[in-house]
């Protein structure tokens, strides 16, 4: 697991666009894996604004979202699609139907999963995945106590990750979504890279056990600490407790 510790996340952003910039330069049609979250957005910002230099081009290029919550109306704008779809799709020349992520308007969820899981080794797996981490330590929406193997499946959101996640709700505890379709731990670590952003002292915990803590579903993301290519970008706060 490689650490490093970066000023601010605009300095984070510029970093993981250079890595893009690397893989899409050898594999012009690699898959992204695409997180949402305040974590990564300072990476499409630099992403968007290479491709709108003419630095950088996204036209082949695949991606496939961590999780989508589940009851919410397709029209609603912080479905994670309809958030992706602002932040990487429309500022970048990345092909809409070229994005996917699990459908969380489905009739028969479970199905849904495994198409999601299908699609995603029909397109060969992720080249480089973008993750961030819940203050208590959930990757994608790995809840803590979730299964270290698990696939994608249905989860319920804690009440920690719910609050966490109520300022993209008009602070309406209420108003945030109670169940997600998720990617397991095991379904994101099949990924070649990945990268995982963390800004600010609410994060410092989560870090800690992440990098120096022992393994544990308790902390899902401590299982990166199995991974052979993860990078960790951290802001000094973030980076606190290490
Ligand atoms: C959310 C998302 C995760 C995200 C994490 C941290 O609930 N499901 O994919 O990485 O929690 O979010 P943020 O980056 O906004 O702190």
Redesign the pocket.
């Given at each position: 697991m490689e650490v490093v510790i970066v000023e601010s996340p605009e300095r984070a952003g510029r970093l993981v666009a250079d890595a893009v910039g690397e893989l899409i330069a050898r594999k012009p049609d690699a898959v992204l894996g695409v997180?949402?979250?305040?974590?990564?957005?300072a990476v499409y910002r630099e992403l968007a604004n290479r491709v709108q230099a003419g630095e950088l081009s996204l036209k082949d290029a695949r991606a496939f979202m961590?999780?989508e919550y589940v009851g919410l109306l397709p029209e609603h704008p912080q479905r994670?699609r309809a958030v992706i779809d602002r932040q990487l799709v429309e500022p970048t020349d990345i092909q809409a139907e070229n994005v996917h992520g699990p459908d969380g308007t489905a009739c028969d969820l479970p199905k849904a999963c495994a198409d999601y899981e299908q699609a995603m080794r029909d397109a060969g797996g992720v080249d480089l995945q973008i993750?961030?981490?819940?203050?208590d330590g959930?990757?994608?929406?790995n809840e803590p106590g979730s299964s270290l193997a698990s696939r994608t499946r249905l989860k319920t959101?804690t009440r920690q990750?719910r609050q966490?996640?109520a300022r993209?709700f008009g602070d309406d505890l209420e108003a945030v979504p109670k169940h997600?379709l998720?990617q397991g731990v095991g379904t994101l670590m099949e990924a070649r890279h990945l990268v995982l952003?963390?800004?600010?002292q609410?994060?410092a915990e989560a870090v800690h056990h992440m990098v120096e803590g022992p393994v544990s579903a308790m902390w899902p993301a401590t299982a990166l600490q199995f991974h052979p290519h993860t990078t960790v970008i951290l802001d000094e706060s973030a980076a606190s407790r290490l």
């Open positions: 997180a949402t979250g305040s974590s990564p957005e961590l999780d994670y993750l961030g981490v819940g203050s959930h990757v994608a929406f959101l990750t966490d996640n993209f997600c998720t952003l963390a800004f600010g609410a994060k």
